[in-house]
């Protein structure tokens, strides 16, 4: 059999054909041989739009079929690649379930190997007898039973003379498929267009920048990244490390941080307000307060006063760990500007926990005289005229503070709670409101130091790495459905010394009012369960003040459980609640639950966390409560949390606003984004306006689109 061809030369060199259209990485792609109208509207759903796009489309990942199998030297287990041809096919239909299932006898000179596909009777019609196939998947089957050897649901592909140097022969690149576009439609598509255009990519990286980091040219990596030739170790590429990816890793993480640092730039040059620090205000109120701060909270408290006392704009990230204790740390700084004649406002990214705050802080500074007002968009009187009239010194409150047609007298400080809601773009519509006020933001999310360094970039980062003293581990375990009566006995052993209950149901946005009726549902039952208790029900449907009356009640010990929806998640602090059931904690997300939890062991009482489970879940959901049995440590929970999700939907690129890294790999990828890092703040730094780079400039509005101001074209 000729399965080893001539090696490809032709994809080393561009297309030098007559007819050659000009087309530019921006030409749509239905102008692209070979797509046409048709077919451009399934590439969009790849995400591929332009020209560039497909260039850039790159496998995920790659197979060696230099070498295809034979059938008789499979090894039971492994992942292979085989070339062998159609025997039978037929559609099966089990007894019981009735399943469909489509199976194939297939040969080659040297045995037999059967393969089967679930509930796709339609494949059928691919198949004749005599047809060749390439098979790739696991080898399953007891090789030593005279059922012999089997595939299931293994990928193929008809195999055929006319195009073997694409799809055999060769290391071979496997692309995600959609429906009307097969992995080898696909490859097809890839093999053409790289081979004709190419040379449409420009080489936007500086001349040096390449050489200081042993980076390969554009071109190279991405041909070599589509159709290995000249490096063609399938186990690296397939980690996407090769010399090829490298370069294109560098890219993405360079244009990131080149983004960032043209930010952070920009904003450490905006002017912003001198505060002066005269300390009576702040001292009076950390003398007021029932603890002493910790030394993490004063480092940082420094850190914020040395900024505001500069004459430039700050832009501070604080993280730390639920229960650090930064909301002490915001007022000071809020403080500060109320001192010096500003106002201060903090948002936060739900009305309950606007409440919370309001709560909280009023309660904290009354006694200093500072006015505190309530914003959002549930609020009946608005104090709209307290606020533009300046008598507003602190105004809490949700987005409605920056989408309404809120007017501020003198905004000095805004603080932004949560920064997992809150996004470059974000921060831009603040400033455009007018203002230009120091701007910090709080995160409950801990990331670890070289993350933060990545995707808060723009910002000076504080961390909060210490809880106060006397806080109780909080002692997690899972429970399944079956051991209800053990999680009532544990409740009503907590209820009985005292102690308070949080019970949460979850809620998901798809099915809000299922959950809702759950939740519900629920507060009935426990009332039955446990007639002797006080329950209380909050949840996000509720009016603003029936809400906040629950939840004062509960405050001051007149209700026993409170039962929610994750409206809780965050802010909620009642030193009292020891206990806290979560129940469907398997439909939950990691940093979510985490978030749950610290709402208990606040009070130096121990504190317990039952994650009540429902099987089946995902194996993902197990690791997820898995984690919460095993750790308390914030910064724990976020590095599983990340690798459970992967760093694209952990961060959520796309809602922050910073470009989504497509093959980069925020962990894997660490030491190039360090290099790349460092190689985009020294350029920013010697050419603010990278003027000497025009193609790199093009390419960094490009990606960021529009959303760097200070690069002007
Ligand atoms: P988070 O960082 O999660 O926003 P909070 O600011 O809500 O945490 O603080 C959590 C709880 O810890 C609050 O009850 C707060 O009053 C208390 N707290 C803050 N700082 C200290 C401290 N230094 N010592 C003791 N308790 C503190
Ligand atoms: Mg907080």
């Known amino acids: 059999m000729p399965l080893r061809m001539k090696k490809n030369k032709d994809l080393a060199r ?80 089990t007894p019981r379930k009735k399943m469909k299932i489509f199976e194939l006898a297939l040969r080659d000179d040297t045995g037999y190997l059967k393969s089967k596909w679930f509930n796709q009777p339609f494949l059928k019609k691919y198949f004749q007898k005599g047809q060749k196939v390439i098979l790739s998947g696991v080898v399953k089957g007891n090789p030593y039973a005279s059922a012999g050897l089997e595939m299931e649901n293994p990928d193929f592909e008809l195999f055929g003379n006319e ?23 696909i490859r097809t598509l890839m093999f053409n267009t790289v081979k004709a255009h190419i040379s449409v990519l420009e080489d936007y990286l500086p001349e040096e920048v390449l050489d200081r980091n042993k980076l390969r040219p554009l071109q190279w990596a991405v041909r070599e990244a589509h159709f290995p030739e000249e490096f063609t170790d399938v186990a690296v590429l397939n980690r996407n490390s090769g ?40 001292n009076r109120f950390i003398k007021s307060l029932p603890f002493e701060l910790t030394e993490a909270q004063k480092r940082v ?42 106002q201060a406002c903090l948002m936060a990214p739900t009305e309950l926990l606007a409440e919370q705050h309001f709560i909280n802080i009023h309660r904290m500074v009354e006694a200093l005289g500072i006015r505190v007002v309530l914003l959002t968009s549930g609020i009946k009187d608005k104090p709209v005229d307290d606020i533009s009239e300046g008598g507003a010194q602190i105004i809490i409150g949700t987005h409605a503070l920056i989408q309404e047609t809120v007017r501020f007298k003198k905004l000095g400080i805004a603080i932004i ?102 939740a519900i549902d629920g507060a009935e039952a426990l009332k039955r369960i446990f007639p002797d208790r006080k329950i209380g029900l909050v949840h996000g449907k509720m009016h603003h003040d029936e809400r906040e009356s629950v939840m004062a009640m509960f405050k001051a010990g007149g209700i026993d459980m409170l039962v929610a929806t994750t409206v809780i998640e965050v802010g909620i602090d009642v030193p009292n609640a020891s206990l806290m059931l979560i129940v469907h904690s398997e439909r939950f997300g990691l940093a979510q639950l985490h978030q749950l939890r610290g709402r208990i062991g606040r009070g130096g009482h121990e504190s317990y966390c039952l994650l009540m489970a429902y099987p089946p879940f995902s194996e993902d959901a197990e690791r997820r409560l898995k984690a919460m049995e095993s750790t308390v440590d914030g910064f724990r929970i976020a590095e599983e949390d990340l690798a459970i999700r992967g760093p694209g939907d952990f ?63």
């Open 14 to 93: 561009a297309d030098d054909s007559d007819h050659k259209p000009q087309l530019s990485g921006d030409t749509p792609v239905q102008y692209v041989k070979g797509v046409g109208p048709a077919r451009a509207r399934l590439l969009k759903r790849l995400g591929i739009e332009t020209l560039e796009d497909i260039l850039f489309h790159f496998p995920w990942r790659y197979e060696d079929r230099k070498d295809l199998r034979k059938i008789s030297s499979l090894k039971y287990g492994n992942h292979e690649t085989v070339l062998c041809e159609v025997v039978s096919a037929e559609i099966i239909t």
């Open 163 to 185: 195009d073997s140097l694409i799809h055999t022969s060769r290391i071979v690149p496997v692309y995600k498929a959609t429906e009307g576009l097969s992995p080898k439609q």
């Open 243 to 282: 010399p090829a990816h490298r370069r294109l890793v560098f890219d993405e993480f360079i244009l990131l941080e080149l983004g960032l640092a043209v930010l952070k730039k920009r904003e450490t040059l905006e002017k912003g307000t001198s505060f002066s620090v005269k300390d009576g205000l702040v």
């Open 301 to 342: 408290i420094e850190e914020i006063k040395a900024d505001m006392q500069r004459p430039l704009q700050m832009n501070r990230l604080v993280h730390g760990d639920v229960g650090c204790g930064k909301t002490v740390v915001a007022l000071v700084s809020m403080l500060i500007a109320a001192e010096n004649g500003y």
């Open 417 to 518: 709670d949560e920064q997992h809601r809150f996004g470059v773009v974000q921060r831009a519509a603040l400033r455009q409101k007018g203002f230009n006020p120091d701007i910090l933001i709080m995160t409950a999310t801990p990331i670890p130091r070289t993350l933060a360094m990545t995707l808060y970039g723009d910002l000076d980062i504080s961390v909060i790495e210490e809880l106060p003293a006397g806080r109780k581990p909080i002692v997690t375990k899972i429970f399944f459905q079956s051991q209800k009566d053990r999680v009532y006995s544990i409740i009503r052993r907590e209820l009985s010394l005292g102690r308070q209950v949080y019970i949460v149901y979850p809620l998901i946005e798809e099915s809000e009012k299922l959950d809702l009726k759950s």
């Open 651 to 713: 961060f959520g690129t796309r809602q922050s606003g910073i470009p989504e890294l497509k093959i980069a790999n925020i962990i894997r990828d660490i030491v190039v984004l360090e290099a790349a890092r460092k190689e985009a703040f020294g350029l920013i730094e010697s050419d603010p306006e990278l003027d000497r780079y025009p193609l790199l400039k093009k390419m960094l509005q490009r990606k960021w689109m529009g959303r760097l101001e200070l690069i002007k074209s």
